[in-house]
């Protein structure tokens, strides 16, 4: 990946990541492996891995356990942030869009970011962020 630019981590790309019986396990290790930038996710990707991974078998706490020992920063949403997600949530209900896709759309609108690693391609390529702008997406 040319240059070092801020991701977004959605939940399914973590669960993969987490999950070698995951059919995208090892797409996603090789990219998450090359990637070599500074990662952001928000608590909505945490709950939601952390339920999907305790539904497999996997202690609850292995999702958190890996962002922190990666460094990912978990970013917590102000009160404006959650009202925008609930806009967010409206416009795009007829995908639907989660919360916890909402809060990465959030977070991407306040720091100006396009990059996101998720295995939500239907999703990711309908949002848009407040100024227009697509999302790039990984693997």
Known sequence: MAGRRDILLDTGA????????????????AAWSGCGARCLTTEAVVTEASHLVSRGGAPCGIPLEFLLAADVRVVQLERSGHEHAVRLMRRYRDLPMDYADATLVVVADAALLRLV???????????????????????
């Open 117 to 139: 690693f998720t295995l939500d391609r239907r999703g990711f390529r309908s949002y848009r962020r407040r100024d227009g702008k697509t999302f790039e997406l990984i693997p």
């Open 14 to 29: 973590v669960v993969a990541i987490l999950d070698r019986t995951d059919p995208w396990h090892e797409r996603c290790v």
